[in-house]
T-cell receptor, first 112, second 115 residues
């Protein structure tokens, strides 16, 4: 049972480059989320989706985009990478609205 | 709007001693409350959750937490710390009405276990 799978685990980008963080879940969960984690700041919600074709902004969406074409996949796109986007990114999924999230192992991104 | 405050960014206890990690929440509606644990270089794992049933909630690895509405608190405890408990702990909240927009997390508490 794979759960939530994130790729890549590590990536270094130059300022201005773009990339996509991949997230896939095999639990048929409708709800999916992208968080970023910075030291001493906890987790901040970037974007979320309540089902295929539906996405919405979280607390810190600037500089990011998402899409949800299937139930399984929820990629996060970074356009014009900036040093402020250096962070650890977590994808999570949820079978319903009660809040229990299942997390991937994270993607560590460094922008230089 | 909801928020969570975790008191103490770092807590250090001796092996075998009581672990107490503090969490206070703010919510305009009855909350669902969660504790997650994060080991180094890993994702977050659910320790326990409160969803308006029993106010004393038991979780994995011997942890428990008590929901106290009058104090707006959901503190995490474990009677006897083990070296393997060293990790980052996060308290989180969502509304019981349906948290489609995920959880609001505290800033985390790093638990250090002294031998």
């Amino acid at each position: 049972n794979a759960g939530v799978t994130q790729t890549p685990k590590f990536r270094i980008l130059k300022i201005g480059q773009s990339m996509t963080l991949q997230c896939a879940q095999d639990m048929n969960h409708n709800y999916m989320y992208w968080y970023r984690q910075d030291p001493g700041m906890g987790l901040k919600l970037i974007y979320y989706s309540v089902g295929a074709g539906i996405t919405d902004k979280g607390e810190v969406p600037n500089g990011y985009n998402v899409s949800r074409s299937t139930t399984e996949d929820f990629p996060l796109r970074l356009e014009l990478a900036a040093p402020s986007q250096t962070s650890v990114y977590f994808c999570a999924s949820n079978p319903d609205r009660t809040g229990e999230l299942f997390f991937g192992e994270g993607s560590r991104l460094t922008v230089l | 709007a909801q928020s969570v405050t975790q008191l103490g960014s770092h807590v250090s206890v001796s092996e075998g001693a009581l672990v107490l990690l503090r969490c206070n929440y703010s919510s305009s509606v009855p909350p669902y409350l969660f504790w997650y644990v994060q080991y180094p270089n890993q994702g977050l794992q659910l320790l326990l959750k409160y969803t308006s049933a029993a106010t004393l909630v038991k979780g994995i690895n011997g942890f428990e937490a008590e929901f106290k509405k009058s104090e707006t608190s959901f503190h995490l405890t474990k009677p006897s710390a083990h070296m393997s408990d060293a990790a980052e702990y996060f308290c989180a909240v969502t509304s019981s009405g349906g948290g489609a927009d995920g959880l609001t997390f505290g800033k985390g508490t790093h638990l250090i276990i002294q031998p």
